[in-house]
Nanobody, 121 residues
Framework: QVQLVESGGGLVQPGGSLRLSCAASGSIFRIYTMGWYRQAPGKQRELVASITSGSKTNYLDSVKGRFTVSRDNAKNTVYLQMNSLKPEDTAVYYC???????????????WGQGTQVTVSS
């Protein structure tokens, strides 16, 4: 089975930085798109950033210029560098990956367990 393991969440002050990591492990043929979603209390989940296997990125408008998503294909890992953090960035951040476990297996979506990011004084 495939597992996504997240790390890097925590408590930071406004204006601070945090780097999230998510490593996919298990039997994996190919990962196509990896990304990060977040969900704040009482709000819907939203896509924060994503990156394709061709390194094409997509960002939520409110994080453009502050967040950077990247990936290390050799390590099956995606990162989210978060700078100039604001209180409104506070949420549970979830790693997401679209992948095939083998060439005869259909595309599947996997989720990490979520990591809490809190931006507060």
């Amino acid at each position: 089975q495939v597992q996504l393991v997240e790390s890097g969440g925590g408590l930071v002050q406004p204006g601070g930085s945090l780097r999230l990591s998510c490593a996919a492990s298990g039997s994996i043929f190919r990962i196509y798109t990896m990304g990060w979603y977040r969900q704040a209390p009482g709000k819907q989940r939203e896509l924060v950033a994503s990156i394709t296997s061709g390194s094409k990125t997509n960002y939520l408008d409110s994080v453009k210029g502050r967040f950077t998503v990247s990936r290390d294909n050799a390590k099956n890992t995606v990162y989210l560098q978060m700078n100039s953090l604001k209180p409104e960035d506070t949420a549970v951040y979830y790693c997401n990956a679209q992948l095939q476990r083998s060439w005869v297996t259909a595309m599947e979506t996997y989720w990490g367990q979520g990591t809490q990011v809190t931006v507060s004084s």
